[in-house]
């Protein structure tokens, strides 16, 4: 019973350890060359979507501010976890950003983001 015990230990740690190792290589692998079709007009998180967020969500959508309960920015995730709300909020019923509007441009960036599957 008690080897049974220190067999299974054994094991999850070895697991354990071995999830680590694995996620490990995989940062320290060479991220490969980015080639998109049209440099110019890819449309990234880090290039767009992030500062359109923050400049026109996260004034009621951030931490601390009046619509955080309903929905907070803090980030990449807090979008891709949220995705449909958002799209239909800004993208169909375009009640979002409340009192505001986004201009043409915007949009259709932001539509092309939401299309390429929000790429970071
Ligand atoms: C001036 C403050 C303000 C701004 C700016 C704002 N919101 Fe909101 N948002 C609210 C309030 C208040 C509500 C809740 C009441 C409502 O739905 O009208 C809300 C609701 C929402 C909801 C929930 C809708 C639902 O029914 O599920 C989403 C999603 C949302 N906002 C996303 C955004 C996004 C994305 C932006 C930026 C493009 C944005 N908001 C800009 C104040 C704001």
Known sequence: MKHRMVYL???VMYLLLLSCSKRQAAEMAPTPPVTP????TA?????FAQALFQTKCGGCHSAGRGAAAIWTF???ASITTNQSRIRQAVL???SMP???TLSAEELKSLQEWFDKNMPE
């Open 9 to 11: 230990t054994l094991t």
């Open 37 to 40: 079709e049209k440099p110019e």
């Open 43 to 47: 449309v990234t998180y880090t290039n």
């Open 74 to 76: 803090n980030g990449l």
């Open 92 to 94: 169909v019923n375009k």
């Open 98 to 100: 409340l009192g505001r």
